[in-house]
């Protein structure tokens, strides 16, 4: 390696169905990101996430939670299995599980999540009608460093977008789903380049905490 290059940050993604995410990560190594995508882990036989690994000349690995007695084991599983790859990153792409907290330390400051909503807004599921429900004209997706309380980790960025008149949970999931793709992929090559961690409970971006969300795709 040649002085300003940097190492490579080895990354392993979970997934728990179509990968979009995780193919915004392939698609951001292959255009010269300085990561190494190591392997794609999924919780689900079935998930399209594997054939756009294997397809990419990425190793994919599937788990099965019934052949596992509890959660707990389950997790341990799957987390020694990406600990084999030595990743300095665990990327949860759409992985639908929640993880438990004992498997979760040792990896806080190194695990991060893509959510589709503006935490702390609308932790778990159904984010989209949640949303709508509540009458917001604004809508978002986060990224965060993930800790034990689900989708509650310190945000490292957000990206919002407005939300139409007559939109459904649908649409605003389709208009959101580009712009995450960028999010993950901005937060990642921040993450890679040494310019953000994870200092306690926050965030810092070159050695400075952060106040707010970053808003990477603000000014594009
Ligand atoms: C994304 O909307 C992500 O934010 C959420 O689940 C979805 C996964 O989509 N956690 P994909 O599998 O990456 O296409």
Redesign the pocket.
Known sequence: MTGGEIRPLRIVVF????????AALLAAQRGGAPIEIRALLSDKRTAP?LLLAENAGVEAIALAPRDYADRASFDRAIFDRAAQFTPDLIVL????RMIDAQVVAPWIGRMI????SLLPKYPGLHTHARALESGDTVHG?SVHFVTAELDGGPVIAQVEIPVARGDTPEAL?AR??PL?HRLLVACVDLIARGRVVLAGHAVELDGQPLRAPLRPLAAQ
Do not use: D, K, T, V
Not at 113 to 116: A, E, T, W
């Open positions: 997934a728990s169905g179509r990968g979009s995410n995780f996430a792409a759409g992985y639908m999540n893509i959510h589709p997706a999931a959101l789903l995450e």
